[in-house]
T-cell receptor, first 109, second 117 residues
Framework: RKEVEQDPGPFNVPEGATVAFNCTYS??????FFWYRQDCRKEPKLLMS???SGNEDGRFTAQLNRASQYISLLIRDSKLSDSATYLCVVINQGGKLIFGQGTELSVKP | DGGITQSPKYLFRKEGQNVTLSCEQNLNHDAMYWYRQDPGQGLRLIYY???????QKGDIAEGYSVSREKKESFPLTVTSAQKNPTAFYLC????????????????FGAGSRLTVL
């Protein structure tokens, strides 16, 4: 079993839709969690950290479920510019960053 | 502006040749990393350096070498021993190797795309 797993997608949604991605992790001692966004042929960029209490940044909401060992990213009112690959990143207790393989989102007009 | 500069952006190599990818950061970060990304796969760690003059193997270090003689520089050499070097290589840095606060986020360079002919 991979340490971090994501549904690779692609998720094809119309503009204005709400879409959610999940990311599961296997190490219960994992410490920190992030979502990164990667545009085609570009470097990943930090989208948001994921806090235990959940956090929101505009149309984006991130949540952590330690009991079930997953994090989620919810995007409301999808825009064409949201089309990208979303990478889940988990830091384990040794300080090592583990990347998921990414979930591809395509927002259509 | 502070950031990470990788060069070259595109590189073509003949089989049997060594190539060196440059990575320079002006963020005053202690930790630096090299990742490899293949299509449809997550980033895999090649080497990392927690502090200047120190570096450690990551998950896929075979066929690669690095140095960390200066805080701001962490070049990666792809040697002829790397069997499948065609990939997208990403250099990253962070303020420190480890923190529990969640503030230890990575900053990436724009990447170097290596193709073996």
């Amino acid at each position: 079993r991979k340490e971090v797993e994501q549904d690779p997608g692609p998720f094809n949604v119309p503009e204005g839709a709400t879409v959610a991605f999940n990311c599961t992790y296997s190490n219960s001692a994992s410490q920190s969690f992030f979502w990164y966004r990667q545009d085609c042929r570009k470097e990943p960029k930090l989208l948001m950290s994921v806090y235990s209490s959940g956090n929101e940044d505009g149309r984006f909401t991130a949540q952590l479920n330690r009991a079930s060992q997953y994090i989620s990213l919810l995007i409301r009112d999808s825009k064409l510019s949201d089309s990208a690959t979303y990478l889940c990143v988990v830091i384990n207790q040794g300080g090592k960053l583990i990347f998921g393989q990414g979930t591809e989102l395509s927002v259509k007009p | 502006d502070g950031g990470i500069t990788q060069s070259p952006k595109y590189l073509f190599r003949k089989e049997g040749q060594n190539v060196t990818l440059s990575c320079e950061q002006n963020l005053n970060h202690d930790a630096m990393y090299w990742y490899r990304q293949d299509p449809g796969q997550g980033l895999r760690l090649i080497y990392y350096s927690q502090i200047v003059n120190d570096f450690q193997k990551g998950d896929i270090a075979e066929g690669y070498s690095v140095s960390r003689e200066k805080k701001e520089s962490f070049p990666l050499t792809v040697t002829s021993a790397q069997k499948n070097p065609t990939a997208f290589y990403l250099c990253a840095s962070s303020p420190s190797w480890y923190t529990v606060s969640g503030a230890n986020v990575l900053t990436f360079g724009a990447g170097s795309r290596l193709t073996v002919l």
